[in-house]
């Protein structure tokens, strides 16, 4: 069993930073890749960013790249989404995901972006 916690969310003006936390918790044996998602009401899930479990390779989508920045403290079993110039369309709740066997996902913190 892994467990995954986001927490960072917020309110923030256009243009302002956040920073996602998603601690994780359990058994870790075979987890590679710790991913964050994002979802708007009504809309499915979206892929955000991944990194591997060195955290030496890292992927985003092109809406994000330039912007965020994902990375992973494995000493603290956290894994940060850095999220710069955030825009309105940025706004969705985000979560943290892992597949060990099967997929685990976190609870999701709402990130609110107004113009």
């Known amino acids: 069993q892994v467990q995954l916690v986001e927490s960072g969310g917020g309110l923030v003006q256009a243009g302002g930073s956040l920073r996602l936390s998603c601690a994780i918790s359990?058994?870790?044996?075979?987890?590679?890749?710790i991913n964050w998602y994002r979802q708007v009401p009504g809309k499915q899930r979206e892929f955000v960013a991944d990194?591997?479990?060195?955290?030496?390779?890292?992927y985003y989508i092109d809406s994000v790249k330039g912007r965020f920045t994902i990375s992973r403290d494995n000493a603290n079993n956290t894994v940060y989404l850095q999220m710069d110039s955030l825009k309105p369309e940025d706004t969705a709740v985000y979560y943290c995901?892992?597949?060990?066997?099967?997929?685990?996902w976190g609870q999701g913190t709402q990130v609110t972006v107004s113009s």
């Open positions: 990194i591997n479990s060195g955290g030496d390779s890292t």
């Open positions: 995901a892992t597949a060990v066997g099967r997929d685990y």
């Open positions: 359990g058994s870790m044996i075979g987890m590679k890749f």
